[in-house]
């Protein structure tokens, strides 16, 4: 009677011992859920900002190819051009659309376990490369910017007429963080002898126009997969988001 009584006090004991691992185990897992929630909110927020950046960048783009067949309309019909439309289009072609992603900690980091859902483990892994894919066309337009076009836009003795086209009405950039802000001043066009019909002649502007073309159609093939990644992800954040 001893022993049963011992053995049925063990077992007790050992229940006793369950019951409250089980229920450590349960406390764990809710604030592992909790902090998932709060991950995925931080994530849902940082995508939604990286698609608006994103798409900031593809507009500039389209905008330097609506200004790359604006200034080969130039070139092929000289009779036609408009002073301001060229000025303003050789500015766009010298903007910088470069993409600059939110970053975050959470890939190589414990907080990347506490997120369930295998899909977008995935899609937070491969993230990186991705847009390294991205930005390496864009430096390398940064580079040709810098390097080929500004010199060419100096030797053809148009940059203080670009410059003072763009502001003599008030501009404001596209990326700019204040959307309402326009700012306006004059820098005064040249008082040189400047024949925009002899600059629109020469041969390495209108094959630097040609290569800008190239350059920004490709980025913008990458950018729209880019795109769609980002979106695949709100999709998947925002249904693993208790509402």
């Keep these: 009677?001893?022993?049963?009584?011992?053995?049925?006090?063990?077992?007790?004991?050992?229940?006793?011992?369950?019951?409250?691992?089980?229920?450590?185990n349960w406390n764990e897992k809710q604030k592992e859920l909790a902090k998932e929630q709060l991950i995925l909110k931080q994530l849902n927020s940082e995508y939604k900002s990286n698609l608006n950046q994103l798409d900031q960048k593809i507009l500039m783009r389209n905008e330097a190819l609506e200004a790359c067949n604006n200034l080969l309309n130039h070139i092929d019909n000289p009779n036609s051009i408009n002073e301001d439309g060229v000025y303003q289009s050789l500015w766009t072609l010298f903007r910088d659309p470069t993409f600059d992603p939110i970053k975050n900690d959470i890939v190589g980091s414990e907080n990347l376990r506490l997120i369930n859902n295998d899909t977008l483990v995935r899609f937070l892994s491969n993230w990186s490369s991705e847009v390294f894919q991205v930005q390496e066309l864009e430096l390398e337009y940064q580079k040709f910017r810098t390097e080929i076009l500004l010199p060419c836009y100096l030797r053809?003795?148009?940059?203080?007429?670009?410059?003072?086209?763009?502001?003599?009405?008030?501009?404001?950039?596209?990326?700019?963080?204040?959307?309402?802000?326009?700012?306006?001043?004059?820098?005064?066009?040249?008082?040189?002898?400047?024949?925009?019909?002899?600059?629109?002649?020469?041969?390495?502007?209108?094959?630097?126009?040609?290569?800008?073309?190239?350059?920004?159609?490709?980025?913008?093939?990458?950018?729209?997969?880019?795109?769609?990644?980002?979106?695949?992800?709100?999709?998947?954040?925002?249904?693993?988001?208790?509402?």
């Design 1 to 24: 009677k001893y022993l049963m009584y011992a053995i049925g006090e063990i077992l007790l004991v050992v229940i006793g011992i369950l019951i409250a691992l089980n229920i450590n």
């Design 156 to 243: 053809l003795g148009v940059s203080r007429n670009i410059n003072n086209n763009l502001w003599k009405d008030g501009y404001t950039p596209t990326e700019a963080l204040d959307k309402e802000s326009k700012n306006k001043f004059t820098i005064k066009p040249t008082k040189k002898s400047l024949n925009l019909t002899k600059v629109l002649e020469d041969v390495e502007l209108e094959g630097i126009v040609s290569q800008v073309i190239t350059h920004h159609q490709v980025t913008n093939i990458q950018s729209q997969t880019l795109r769609m990644r980002i979106i695949n992800m709100l999709e998947t954040i925002e249904g693993e988001i208790k509402k």
